[in-house]
């Protein structure tokens, strides 16, 4: 299997603290993982712009689905555990959405309180990413068999 995860760096932003780090591709990445990148924006973040959160999650993706030979299924989906990491992402434009994806379709039954909202919320959208990167990775493995 291809090791895609190396093509990520993180980097600085300009005239910015130290702890302003952000995850994205080098130079080298090959256009399938630009292609990745963009597509998971679109069809699962509502063509969110490039988002420092979602090139996160990839790369997490990346990480432990090439350390554990693609195995999804045993891959954990936890939501961030403080609050305070739940409220930062809440404020990112595509979370609503998924919370109303949570209420709507009531995966929580009653809820308890808006934390386990946006924690069930943030968990979809992790496993979204996931298996998106899952389906990439057979589907390149696939073209490399061939």
Not at 7 to 12: A, C, G, P, Q, T
Not at 84 to 90: G, I, K, N, T, V
Request: glycine share 6%.
């Amino acid at each position: 299997m291809k090791t895609y995860s190396k093509y990520f760096e993180y980097r600085n932003r300009a005239g910015e603290k130290q702890d302003s780090r952000f995850v994205g591709k080098t130079d080298d990445a090959p256009d399938e993982l630009a292609d990745l990148i963009r597509d998971v924006h679109f069809d699962h973040f509502d063509g969110a712009l490039p988002n420092d959160w979602i090139y996160r999650e990839i790369l997490d993706a990346f990480e432990t689905l090439e350390e554990n030979g693609n195995d999804i299924e045993n891959c954990c989906f936890d939501s961030d555990p403080y609050y305070s990491d739940l409220y930062r992402w809440f404020n990112n434009g595509f979370a609503d959405e998924y919370c109303n994806e949570v209420l709507e379709g009531g995966i929580l039954g009653e809820p308890k309180d808006i934390w386990a909202i946006i924690g069930a919320a943030q968990h979809f959208a992790r496993e979204r990413i996931y298996r998106a990167v899952s389906e990439f990775l057979e589907e390149q493995e696939n073209k490399e068999d061939n």
